[in-house]
C-alpha cells in the first residue's frame, strides 16, 4: 500500500508496524502547503458480512470518541481525522518526531534509580489522565514511550488497542479485540485472560520501569514457580523503597497490586517512608518464600541487642561526657523552668527598685548618695530586719557622702563588692561599711550567658587557705535568719554539704549535676530555684520611701533590697525565663532576690533544695533507655507499632523528668532520649541491610 493517497489526501510513505487488526503507516498529508506527515492506523474487520461491520462501526465510533478526548492532553497524539474506505477504518493521528524510550534503553544501557523514576513520574502523570477518561491502554511498553525531540518529554502512543470502559456492550461483540491484545512480558494474566483492568496499565509501566533498571526484557527473567512473581531483586541495586514500590506494580494476581495510579504517585512521593514500611512486611505481605526472608535465631537477636545496647551506651557517654549534649539539656531546663508553678512572691522580702523614673527625678545616670542615705534612715525608721545595698558605692555620687557613710554604719545594712574574673575587673566595697557586712555579688554565667546557679562562697586565688568570700544573697539571708529566728550557720559534717542551717544540709554542686558537664563548680555552689518571672516580692520604687508614700508594714521585720531595675541599666542579665521572650533579662537585684529567697524557703518553708541523681544511677537510666531501644527496634515488625513504642518511650523519658522536676530535682532527659533514638535507629538499619542482603542472594 505504500504510495497509495486514502481519501484524497493521505499519501503513505512507509510502515510503522503491523498486527491482527491492520497495519500502521507513516503518511503525508497532501492538502498541507508544508510537508507535514502524520501516523494512518488501518482497521480491518475481521468479517465483510454486514451484521458484523455494523458492530466494528459503532466500536470505530467509540474509538474515535475516545481518541479525541486522550488527545486533548499534551502528551498523547490528537486525532486529526477518521474515515471509513472499502469497509476499512481509518484512523489519522499527529505524528510524535522523537526516539522511543525502547531504543533509549538499548543505547544507554541500565537506567539509574533517579532516570526510573523519572519515568514512572511523567508517565503516572499520561495514565492519570487516561484511566480518568475511564480508558485503559492494554499495550503500554517501552516501544510505546516516545521522547519528544522538541522538549524531552515522554509521550504515550498507539492507542489503536485502547478500548472505552462500557458495561453495556455485551462480551462477545469484544472479543475479538480484546483477546490477545497486549505485549509479551509486559502485559499481566487478567488481560491476556481477555479482562483488563486500570491495573493491568500499572503493571505493564512497572515492568517498563523493571526493563530499564535490570536491563533485561521481562521474557528474560527467571520465574518463581512457587509465588508466580518474576524474579528481578538481584539484576540491579535500588533503594528498599523502590523496589517495594516497583513489586507491588508487577504483582501476579491483580487485587495484590495498587488499584489506581494515585495510589502509586502517592507511595512514589513517599519512598523513605515506604522503606521502612517495606522492612516490615511479613512473608504473607511480600508473597515471598519463607527461604528468601532473613530469620534471625535467638543467638543473633541477643547478640544484636547487647552491641548496640553496649555501643550506643558508650557513644552517648562519651557524647555526654564532652558537652555535646550539654545545650540541649539546659534547653529542657530553661523550659521546665520557664513554665513551673508561679510561686508568688515572697512576704519576707521587699524590693526597693531604682526604675527609670526615678533617675529622671534625680537627673543622673545613679542616685546621688544623698539620696541613698535619706532612704536608707527613711527604711531604718520603720524597723526592717536587714537591708541589702546592691549599689557599688566604693566612691562617691553627687552630694552627701558623710550622710551615706553614716547610714552605712548601721549593722543591718549589708554592702556588696565585685570580686572579678581577672585583675583590674574588681570593684571594692564602699570603705565605711564593716568588712563582715560586704558580700560580693559576682554571678557565675553558663556557656549561653544565661544564669542558673547560686555562688554563695568564693575566693580570689586557688589556694584552701585564701581569705573566703561570702556572696551577698547569702550575707543577707543570714543576717535575717540570725536576727528574726536565731538560726546561725555550721559547717557540714561531709564534703558534700558546704554548710548546715538549722535542719537544712546545702549539698555542693559537682560538674555533672543534672545535664551540666565539667561545669566549673568551684566557690560552693548550688542551682537557683527561680520563684516567679514577674512578682517575685513586694516592690515600691525609690521616690516612694523617699516621699513616704509606702505602708510601714511593707518593711519591719522584712528584708529590704534596693536595687536598680532601669531598663537603661547594664545590670542586665539572661535567665531560663528567657525562653519565654530572647529580649527577656532580669536585673542583678532581682536574681539576688531570687537567692534570698531561695535560702529563706529552704530554712523555713522546708522548700526543698535542688538535686539530682547520682552519676551512676544516670549512666544506669542512659544505659536502660539504649537496651530499651534496641529491644523495641528489634522486636516490633509493624510501622505503626514502632511509631508507637517510640512515642511511649519518649513520653516516658520526659514524663519522668518532669515528675522529679516538681521534686525539685533535675535529671538528663536528652542523654536518655539520644541513647533510645541511636539504639532503635541502629537496629532498624541494620535488620533492614540483612534484610536487603538476604533479597540479593
Keep these: 500500500m505504500l504510495g497509495q493517497v486514502l481519501k484524497e489526501r ?91 524510550l525502547g531504543d533509549e534503553m538499548r543505547r544507554m544501557g541500565q537506567l539509574s534509580e ?10 503516572l502523570s499520561i495514565l492519570n489522565f487516561v484511566h480518568d477518561n475511564r480508558v485503559i491502554h492494554r499495550d503500554l511498553k517501552p516501544d510505546n514511550l516516545i521522547r519528544r525531540k522538541r ?28 483477546v490477545g491484545i497486549g505485549t509479551q512480558g509486559y502485559t499481566p494474566s487478567e488481560q491476556l485472560a481477555g479482562k483488563p483492568r486500570f ?13 530499564g533498571l535490570t536491563g533485561r526484557k521481562p521474557t528474560d527473567l527467571p520465574e518463581d514457580i512457587s509465588s508466580l512473581e518474576l524474579r528481578w531483586e538481584a539484576y540491579t541495586n535500588i533503594s528498599l523503597g523502590l523496589r517495594y514500590l516497583l513489586k507491588k506494580m508487577v504483582r501476579h494476581y491483580f487485587y495484590q497490586r495498587y ?82 508553678r508561679d510561686l508568688g512572691p515572697d512576704p519576707r522580702i521587699l524590693l526597693v527598685e531604682i526604675n527609670e523614673q526615678d533617675l529622671n527625678n534625680q537627673q543622673s545616670e545613679s542616685p546621688s548618695d544623698q539620696s541613698i542615705a535619706d532612704a536608707i534612715d527613711i527604711i531604718q525608721s520603720y524597723n526592717p530586719s536587714t537591708i541589702g545595698l546592691d549599689l557599688h558605692r566604693n566612691i562617691p555620687q553627687g552630694e552627701g557622702r558623710q550622710s551615706l557613710a553614716r547610714s552605712l554604719m548601721a549593722a543591718n545594712i549589708i554592702g556588696i563588692t565585685k570580686l572579678g574574673d581577672q585583675a583590674g575587673d574588681s570593684i571594692p566595697p564602699p570603705p565605711e ?29 586557688n589556694d584552701p587557705t585564701a581569705e573566703v568570700y561570702t556572696s551577698f544573697g547569702l550575707l543577707v539571708a543570714l543576717h535575717y535568719l540570725r536576727e528574726q529566728y536565731a538560726l546561725h550557720p555550721s559547717a557540714g559534717e561531709d564534703d558534700s554539704k558546704a554548710m548546715v542551717i538549722g535542719d537544712v544540709g546545702f549539698k555542693i554542686m559537682t560538674s555533672t549535676f543534672g545535664g551540666y558537664q565539667s561545669i566549673d563548680d568551684a566557690g560552693y555552689q548550688i542551682p537557683i530555684t527561680y520563684r516567679s518571672p514577674n512578682q517575685i516580692s513586694e516592690r515600691v520604687s525609690l521616690t516612694d520611701i523617699l516621699t513616704n508614700a509606702v505602708d510601714p508594714e511593707l518593711i519591719r521585720d522584712k528584708v529590704i533590697l534596693i536595687g536598680t531595675t532601669a531598663y537603661t541599666s547594664t545590670d542586665k542579665f539572661f535567665t531560663p525565663y528567657t525562653l519565654r521572650s530572647d529580649s527577656y533579662q532580669m536585673s542583678g537585684v532581682e536574681i539576688h532576690l531570687h537567692m534570698v529567697s531561695q535560702f529563706l524557703s529552704a530554712v523555713l518553708d522546708d522548700y526543698p533544695l535542688p538535686w539530682t541523681w547520682p552519676d551512676a544511677l544516670e549512666i544506669g537510666w542512659i544505659i536502660f533507655w539504649a537496651s530499651g531501644g534496641s529491644l523495641l527496634a528489634w522486636q516490633l515488625r509493624q510501622r505503626r507499632y514502632l511509631v508507637m513504642a517510640y512515642g ?9 523528668t518532669v515528675l522529679f522536676f516538681l521534686t525539685n530535682a533535675w535529671i538528663p ?8 533514638t541511636m539504639a532503635s535507629g541502629s537496629l532498624l538499619i541494620y535488620r533492614r541491610y540483612r534484610q536487603r542482603r538476604q533479597l540479593l542472594r
Design 433 to 461: 561599711l564593716n568588712p563582715a557586712q560586704i558580700g560580693f555579688n559576682d554571678i557565675p554565667l553558663d556557656p549561653d550567658d544565661k544564669i542558673r546557679r547560686n555562688l554563695f562562697f568564693a575566693s580570689l586565688e
Design 199 to 211: 491495573s493491568s496499565d500499572i503493571f505493564a509501566l512497572g515492568m517498563t520501569a523493571i526493563h
Design 114 to 123: 533517579d532516570q526510573a523514576i523519572t519515568i514512572l513520574r511523567e508517565t
Design 259 to 340: 488499584q489506581t495510579v494515585a495510589q502509586v504517585l502517592h507511595d512514589l512521593d513517599r519512598l523513605d517512608e515506604l522503606e521502612e514500611e517495606a522492612d516490615q512486611l511479613t512473608i504473607s505481605e511480600t508473597a515471598l518464600p519463607q527461604e528468601t526472608l532473613w530469620q534471625p535465631s535467638r543467638q543473633d537477636s541477643i547478640r544484636a541487642v547487647a552491641i548496640a545496647t553496649v555501643l550506643v551506651s558508650t557513644l552517648t557517654l562519651g557524647l555526654r561526657q564532652l558537652g555535646a549534649l550539654m545545650p540541649l539539656e539546659l534547653q529542657v531546663f530553661d523550659g521546665l523552668v520557664a513554665y513551673q
Design 10 to 100: 493521505y499519501q503513505l510513505v512507509r510502515m510503522l508496524g503491523s498486527g491482527g487488526f491492520g497495519q500502521t503507516y507513516v503518511a503525508r498529508d497532501l492538502l498541507q502547503t508544508q510537508t507535514a506527515e502524520c501516523v494512518v492506523k488501518q482497521l480491518k474487520p475481521a468479517s465483510a458480512n454486514e451484521p458484523f461491520l455494523k458492530v466494528a462501526r459503532r466500536l470505530f465510533e467509540t474509538e474515535v470518541s475516545t481518541l479525541k478526548r486522550l488527545g486533548t492532553h499534551d502528551r498523547i497524539p490528537k486525532l486529526l481525522d477518521s474515515f471509513e474506505e472499502k469497509a476499512e477504518f481509518y484512523l489519522v493521528q499527529e505524528l510524535i518526531d522523537g526516539e522511543s
Design 151 to 178: 522538549d524531552g518529554k515522554l509521550c504515550l502512543i498507539d492507542f489503536g488497542a485502547v478500548k472505552e470502559i462500557r458495561t453495556q456492550l455485551v462480551d462477545s461483540e469484544l472479543t475479538s479485540l480484546t
Design 669 to 676: 532527659a536528652i542523654a536518655p532520649l539520644s541513647a533510645f
Design 648 to 656: 511511649g518511650g519518649a513520653i516516658a523519658i520526659t514524663s519522668t
